[in-house]
């Protein structure tokens, strides 16, 4: 049997092991075979305008079996109830856009995590960055690349599906698609040939890159569609339109979507008319572009947090001048994003930055213009849209599966409430609880 064969197994059984190792020192998560009623003050349904008052929400099994005003709730006999006074209950939060095997570059940059840190390391960390997501109140997360870490995220996948670690719903794009020269680690700045943080791929390459992405269990599929590769290191289209076609179709044979990293109007331009689902950054995008976008069906991801995160690394202090290029621009970006239309999804792009601190993706949206009851739809129901699971998650209702938190305080009126997390339920599970400390 050749090493190809090997390493897949090999990455599976490491992220397993490491995640057993973990679940040796969290403690279980609550379970039941009960009905839960959960009673919060309020709950956000991930669509209406405004918050829904003495409405309660029961649970059974994995779904949710009732919504709405407690003195119409049939109440299952033996029922446990969860009371969550001064606390908005609202749908699990959805990430569409993190790196669970990266961390912050102020603790290691992105070259020494691809070729110093072993694989080992690596899933290790991301075992870790899974229960920080989950117990942050984000309980589906888009992972668009292991950066260097193989298919790595298969097998975390497989062990959060199993319950051997606690973690968000998981959906994977495994080692993402770059045209051949375009990514990183950069070639000419080593005196050998480096593991590369993507898959390399031209022309009729593609279809078999991408189908070996969906063999290995790629949920989605990523493509590089500029890069920082041009003469003078600025960023320039990779693929061409051909390209990127090809890339779109083959992926919708399978029953999979496209997902595009770009940040020239080029880039994103190609990207859009060749049916990508998502556009993730759109740091050049102007409001011909984001329009060009909402026609077509192509959600924008921003990221506004990473670009933030990436500045301070860089010595930047928020809110103090000069403020730079690239922060100047995304808030450009982002309001004719606005002004546009087209559809705004959560992505983050944590790993930038440290996974768990998620919802400053959110506040920085509400900080851009965006308003506080769409910054929270994004991040719920829309989201959920977008990722084509809809039917599952991302609002309270009947028939929806049971994923739910509660955070204390109105996020209609300061979406920072997102971050006072009191309770984090996935499928019916109860992951986190904090109960009220009872009058004396």
């Given at each position: 049997m050749d090493e190809s064969s090997i390493r897949p197994r090999m990455v599976k059984q490491l992220a397993i092991i490491a995640g057993a190792l973990f679940a040796l020192v969290l403690p279980a998560p609550t379970q039941s075979q009960q009905s839960t009623v959960l009673v919060p003050a309020s709950v956000f349904d991930g669509v209406?305008?405004?918050?829904?008052?003495?409405?309660?929400?029961?649970v059974s099994g994995n779904s949710i079996t009732?919504?709405?005003?407690?003195?119409?709730?049939?109440?299952?006999?033996?029922?446990?109830?969860?009371d969550l006074p001064g606390t908005t209950l609202l749908p699990g939060l959805i990430d569409a856009h993190v790196h669970f095997f990266l961390h912050p570059y102020n603790e290691a940059s992105w070259d020494d995590q691809v070729l110093k840190e072993s694989l080992a390391l690596r899933v290790a960390r991301a075992?870790?960055?899974?229960?920080?997501?989950?117990?942050?109140?984000?309980t589906t997360v888009r992972d668009l690349g292991t950066e260097g870490a193989l298919y790595a995220d298969a097998g975390l996948r497989q062990a959060i599906n199993s319950g051997i670690i606690p973690g968000p719903r998981y959906l994977i794009a495994s080692k993402a698609v770059v045209a051949t020269g375009s990514y990183a680690p950069a070639r000419p700045s080593y005196a050998y040939e480096t593991p590369l943080g993507a898959d390399e791929a031209d022309g009729a390459t593609l279809q078999r890159v991408i189908r070996d992405q969906i063999g290995h269990g790629a949920d989605w599929i990523k493509l590089y569609g500029d890069y920082r590769w041009g003469p003078d290191g600025s960023a320039r289209p990779t693929f061409s339109m051909e390209e990127m076609k090809l890339a779109g179709e083959t992926a919708r044979d399978s029953g999979r979507e496209l997902v595009v990293h770009s940040s020239t109007p080029e880039g994103m331009r190609r990207a859009a008319e060749a049916g990508a689902k998502t556009i993730e950054h759109g740091d050049g995008g102007t409001q011909e572009i984001f329009s060009l976008m909402r026609r077509k069906g192509t959600a924008y991801c921003p990221t506004l947090a990473a670009s933030e995160a990436v500045e301070s690394y860089r010595?930047?202090?928020k809110g103090s001048s000069p403020v730079p290029a690239r922060i100047t621009e995304k808030h450009r970006s982002f309001s004719a994003a606005l002004a546009s239309g087209v559809t705004i999804c959560t992505g983050s792009d944590a790993g930038v930055f440290t996974h768990g601190d998620n919802a400053h993706e959110l506040e920085l949206m509400a900080e851009y213009g965006m308003k506080p009851v769409d910054v929270l739809r994004s991040a719920t129901s829309v989201t959920a849209k977008v990722l084509g699971m809809e039917s599952m998650i991302g609002r309270i209702a009947p028939g929806l599966r049971a994923d739910v938190i509660a955070v204390s305080g109105n996020p209609l009126a300061d979406v920072s409430a997102l971050r006072q997390v009191r309770l984090v339920m996935k499928d019916g599970v109860v992951y986190r609880w904090t109960e009220t400390p009872r009058a004396q």
């Open positions: 209406s305008p405004t918050l829904h008052n003495d409405w309660i929400v029961v009732y919504a709405g005003p407690n003195d119409n709730a049939k109440i299952p006999p033996g029922a446990r109830r969860i075992t870790n960055h899974a229960r920080n997501t989950l117990l942050a109140g984000f010595g930047w202090k």
